[in-house]
């Protein structure tokens, strides 16, 4: 049945949101015809991997046979259907935000000397507010949902609520957990690597010197900005980044699950995911260490920026892997991990077979979702400049799949950076 719905969908040639799910043991004929179908057509599946999906529900105290039940079930959800009610997808904290009024309380302080230590401190104090203003939000939430706009489709496809006369959020069913997803990891990652790359260790560049090229948004400090972006990158094996990365996951992961919600007692269970609003959540964030500018984009999801592996050694969808994996939050929900392979690099029987490698060893190392896309540089570009040329063109943006005319330039843009970066 399996391999016939897949034939469907991708012989429609159309959107469609289906994910094969990837497990020790699964059937690996049906994983290399999805494979096959995604290189005939640019598009196809994601890949929903089991073994982090359940060892992280199992975390929350529920029994591996109820893990095994959970599916994913929309762009980013992961849930038990008809059971469970876990509101995914929907609340962000822009780590971001916690970076830079972070920055502003060390350098702003006339009376302390700026120092690693304190801009981590404030940084963690800044995270950990921001989670307990979304805890008390979400009980505003659960107060009100019920009568002023309830979950009707929810309430129709899962058991309890209408046998209960109780909305889904009202205990109408029997699991009720809340999501929040920490965004721009890699741009914080980054920025404080190189804040201790270039100020602390090496001395290149002071405290004041780089608050000064910050607050021009590097107008005049063209040499400081291209230092800063010079260092190893999140992704870069054995990087500072890549150890300040999992830094911030781990305190992030911590501050979101040491409590439930004040008064519904909800548990609240992080992810990394940013959907496609990187553009929208950079608007209002000034520049950062990591040489972003004023209002660019933030970093997406769990993953390094586009062009991290520039210089690197290896297969870089490989390296991607591996950093997505090192930073999983590990509670069951989607870190995603958005491959977007050139076709001219990589085709025929080797290149499924290093495909079909590379996400089995995904799953393996705890990975929770892979969207793949596989077109060629000059297709994607064509078709961005001009959508009217490429009209069937169907691409994984995040989670979901669509057809690449229909989308903004903005998000059409996402999927092209990561094209272009070849990282």
């Known amino acids: 049945l399996s391999f016939l719905i897949l034939q469907a969908a991708h012989e429609l040639a159309i959107p469609y949101n289906l994910a094969i799910r990837v497990y020790p043991g ?64 929907v609340t962000r904290l ?16 006339s009376g302390t000397e700026p120092t690693l230590g304190r801009l981590w401190e404030r940084f963690a104090y800044h995270v950990d507010q921001m989670a307990d203003i979304i805890r008390d939000g979400y009980d505003l939430h659960l107060d009100r949902v019920g009568a002023l706009t309830p979950e009707l489709v929810l309430n129709f496809f899962c058991h309890g609520p209408i046998e209960r006369g109780l909305n889904s959020s009202d205990g109408g069913v029997d699991i009720i ?48 900005r291209a230092m800063l972006r010079a260092i190893p990158r999140f992704g870069s094996p054995g990087s500072l980044a890549q150890d300040w990365a999992r830094r911030i996951r781990s305190h992030f992961v911590d501050s979101v699950t040491s409590a439930p919600t004040p008064r519904h007692r909800i548990p609240v269970i992080p992810g990394l995911f940013s959907h496609g609003d990187i553009f929208k959540h950079g608007e209002d964030l000034p520049a950062t260490p990591n040489g972003r500018c004023s209002g660019e984009p933030i970093s997406h999801s769990s ?12 297969f870089s969808p490989t390296l991607k892997a591996n950093a997505v994996a090192a930073v999983q939050p590990g509670w069951g929900n989607s870190a995603p991990l958005h491959l977007d392979i050139d076709t001219d690099l990589i085709g025929g029987e080797a290149g499924i077979g290093l495909l079909e490698a590379l996400i089995l060893g995904h799953d393996e190392m705890g990975g929770t979702l892979i969207n793949l ?5 000059e297709q994607i570009l064509r078709a961005h400049e001009d959508p009217a040329l490429e009209p069937d063109l169907v691409v994984r943006v995040t989670g979901y799949s669509a057809f690449f005319a229909s989308l903004s330039r903005d998000y059409r843009q996402q999927v092209v950076d990561r094209y272009l970066s070849r990282g």
Request: with cysteine.
């Open 26 to 89: 699964m059937d690996r004929r049906l994983l290399r015809r999805s494979l096959e179908y995604t290189l005939e057509r640019g598009s196809g599946p994601s890949y929903s991997c089991a073994t982090g999906i359940e060892e992280g529900y199992m975390r929350q105290g529920h029994r591996r046979q109820l893990a095994r039940l959970r599916a994913k079930v929309g762009c980013n959800w992961v849930a038990l259907p008809g059971i469970e009610y876990p509101l995914q997808d």
């Open 303 to 314: 993953e390094p920026d586009p062009g991290f592996a520039r210089g690197i050694a290896g």
């Open 94 to 109: 822009n780590l971001g935000q916690a970076w830079n009024a972070a920055w502003r309380d060390v350098l702003d302080d």
């Open 373 to 377: 896309n596989c077109v060629t540089r």
């Open 177 to 224: 957990n809340l999501n929040l997803d920490g965004i721009a990891l890699a741009t914080v990652a980054d920025s404080f690597a190189a804040v201790e790359q270039r100020v602390v260790r090496e001395g290149r560049i002071s405290w004041t010197e780089l608050d000064r090229a910050l607050q021009a948004d590097f107008v005049g400090f063209e040499g400081v």
